[in-house]
DNA sequence: CTGGATCCTAACTGATACTG
DNA sequence: CAGTATCAGTTAGGATCCAG
């Protein structure tokens, strides 16, 4: 029987909070964007390259088209400092700070989530 | 100049966030995951084809996957009930609470993001 | 009602090489 | 350094039909 663990809404506030949910789903859609996010949250402006490397496994074009896509979305900015060799840094923008307690939340599950699959190991051991 | 919006955390913290990030974001991938959700969470307890209707759009099959995929993680719950023509309830799990503050935090942006296309285009125009 | 089987396509992703 | 071009592989998602 288990209580159902649930709170229902008004429906038209549901209606209006689902599509909210698709929108954001929408906008960081793709394997890399949270990661991309995490790592300019941590460190601040980087480069082309050093997300990169912190991306570990992408590959230049498809690090270059997430870039676009959050660049498109206001997200972060794109910035071509006229050094020697031209290097381009990233950043977030005021309005990524909205989407960081999606990715902490995130972050949060993902460690728990992670620590129940250890414990399901260990049972099954 | 604009001081860069970021908060570095110990290296290797960070790498442990950024697994846990790309773990949960793997969890809760696909199309629909975070909408059957967030449906479960305000109506309890629902049926396949109420599933169908609460998420527009989604053909059975998918939905069906879908539905896998999150009982696959333990995130909801399958139960056949022995009706006239046989009807099966899906719920959440315990485990699938730990994951609404992310819905939220979802729902949360993405309202505000339509506020913030909703301004520019009255700036555009 | 539930949902599997089949077929199909557009999009995502990747490896490699190359240019400004 | 910061990408783009090309080629190719995979796959998520959808259309349709059908079975228990």
């Known amino acids: 029987m288990a209580a159902t663990v649930h709170c229902e809404q008004d429906p038209a506030l549901h209606q209006e909070r689902l599509?909210?949910?698709?929108?954001?789903?929408?906008l960081v859609s793709g394997k890399w964007k949270f990661?991309?996010?995490l790592n300019l949250y941590n460190y601040g402006a980087m480069?082309?390259?050093?997300?990169q490397?912190?991306?570990?496994?992408?590959t230049p074009k498809v690090l270059s088209k997430e870039l676009q896509d959050l660049e498109d979305?206001?997200?972060?900015t794109r910035t071509v400092n006229a050094t020697k060799p031209v290097?381009?840094?990233y950043a977030l923008t005021p309005h990524a700070l909205e989407?960081?307690?999606?990715?902490?939340?995130?972050?949060?599950?993902?460690?728990?989530h992670r620590v129940k699959i250890k414990e399901q190991l260990a049972l099954a051991a």
Do not use: C, H, W, Y
């Not at 480069?47 to 997300?51: E, S």
């Open 73 to 76: 979305n206001q997200l972060i």
């Open 53 to 58: 490397a912190a991306s570990a496994g992408i």
């Open 19 to 26: 599509r909210a949910l698709r929108d954001a789903t929408e």
């Open 47 to 51: 480069r082309f390259k050093d997300l």
């Open 99 to 112: 989407i960081q307690p999606v990715i902490n939340a995130l972050v949060e599950f993902g460690l728990k």
């Open 35 to 37: 990661g991309i996010l």
């Open 87 to 89: 290097t381009v840094s």
